[in-house]
């Protein structure tokens, strides 16, 4: 008998996010269908984290992978730079009918990283080019943005991106509105904002994601946004991981009165089956680059940038995601989890429990190392045929839409097992 794939794997994979010496071999997955993935070993697993936040219909999608197979056909790949096809121009057309802002112009890239870098970098050179000094940036504390030198310096200084530090260019990051401290938000921010350096505001609206699924005031961020904008700081919504349905709308932007100058899109946005990423800017922004002069140009891109198979997936996603029927599913989705949180959102073991929409975070409060404690819930859930991914000591859950409310109570049920843990236990 042949070697199995952890086996395989431990001798020439390196993982993300991985203590490679101290971590268990790789779980072999070989198929997925639904909510959920099945091993090697025949096992299958409930994907209550849509694998990294980027399945929204269920593994395998029959209408998805029908879509993609049929545009294998036609055309697979073709130089983005002179030329242009139509999965690429109907995606651009669809996600600027429906984002929430002013958008007019799509710049595609490869994942939500390099969308946020397509993003700082059309602020910067914008400024420059319209004799705007202002170009330093602001952020929130405990933010996450991507892993691209320029998604890493315009976030937070964490254990993430700590050995590259002195690397990255200077931000400032602020204490984000979280309940009981969103006067001293904005007052900080006001207080930044007068000193007329800022040129650009990047924020991940409502829910802090990686961060720790920390969520903060609507209202104090609204606040925040028509102070930057009076203050013509420019607007940059990181809807990576909240776009397409996550919060309960389509954009958590849509909870917000004032809107972005521009957003970056990824994750969800093929529904789990191909990287893509989008950066959507305002037309003003556009204009900005319009010149005689070839350097004035954005000269950036990427070789697969606008592939034709992922804006197909993208399209195909889109038509699932808006049909009334997934509407329905992120509602009872969100309506599960706000009744989870009635039941334990003042046991004892927790220190919050909360939910936005389909995201549902509680944090333990225990004395364990965080590290320690994530592992010990992961292998926990693990047994119990369920795929978690931990941020410390906060639990989250972000399922894909396709999950059921059996399948949710089974979640919560094992969630209520380790509410009985004691750090004697763990």
């Not at 957003?263 to 990423?277: R, Y």
């Not at 004395?367 to 978690?388: C, D, P, V």
Request: aromatic share 10%; hydrophobic share 45%.
């Amino acid at each position: 008998m042949g070697q199995s794939l952890r086996e395989r794997d431990a001798k020439c994979i390196w993982h993300p996010f991985t203590q490679m010496q101290t971590a268990p071999a790789a779980l072999g997955i070989v198929r997925g269908a639904g909510a959920y993935l099945f091993a090697e070993n025949g096992a299958a697993y409930l994907d209550a984290i849509s694998s990294w936040w980027v399945n929204l219909h269920g593994h395998a999608h029959p209408h998805i992978s029908a879509r993609i197979a049929e545009q294998l056909e036609q055309l697979e790949h073709v130089i983005f730079a002179g030329m242009t096809h139509a999965p690429a121009v109907e995606l651009a057309e669809k996600l600027l009918a429906i984002a929430p802002g002013a958008f007019a112009r799509v710049f595609y890239s490869d994942n939500g990283s390099t969308a946020v870098e397509t993003a700082l970098k059309i602020v910067i050179q914008f400024r420059r080019q319209n004799n705007r000094a202002q170009t330093r940036f602001l952020c929130l504390k405990h933010s996450y943005h991507g892993d691209t030198f320029g998604a890493m310096s315009a976030a937070d200084r964490t254990v993430f991106n700590r050995p590259f530090w002195s690397y990255l260019f200077a931000v400032e990051a602020l204490e984000p509105p979280l309940k009981g401290f969103e006067a001293r938000f904005l007052e900080e921010l006001q207080s930044k904002l007068q000193e007329g350096t800022y040129g650009g505001f990047i924020y991940e609206p409502l829910i802090l994601g990686a961060g720790g699924m920390r969520i903060y005031s609507a209202q104090a961020m609204n606040e925040a946004l028509v102070m930057c904008r009076k203050a013509d700081v420019l607007l940059i919504a990181d809807e990576v991981m909240t776009g397409f349905g996550r919060t309960g709308p389509l954009f958590a932007s849509e909870r917000l009165s004032e809107k972005p100058d521009l957003i970056c899109l990824s994750k969800g946005l093929t529904g789990g089956f191909l990287p893509l990423g989008a950066t959507l800017a305002t037309q003003a922004i556009y204009e900005g680059f319009l010149s005689s002069e070839k350097e004035r140009a954005f000269l950036h891109g990427h070789s697969y940038t606008a592939n034709p198979l992922c804006c197909t997936a993208a399209l195909a996603n889109l038509d699932l995601l808006l049909n009334p029927v997934c509407k329905a599913q992120r509602a009872t989705i969100a309506q599960c989890h706000a009744q989870f949180c009635q039941r334990y959102a003042v046991h004892p073991r927790l220190l919050r429990c909360e939910s936005l929409g389909t995201i549902l975070a509680l944090e333990y409060r225990s004395a364990q190392n965080s590290e320690e404690f994530a592992r010990r819930l992961t292998h926990f859930f693990l047994a119990e045929g369920i795929l978690i991914r931990p941020l410390g000591k906060v639990l989250y859950l972000l399922p894909p839409y396709c999950i059921t409310p059996l399948e949710l109570e089974r979640i919560y049920s094992i969630i209520a097992q380790t509410l009985e843990w004691t750090d004697a236990t763990i």
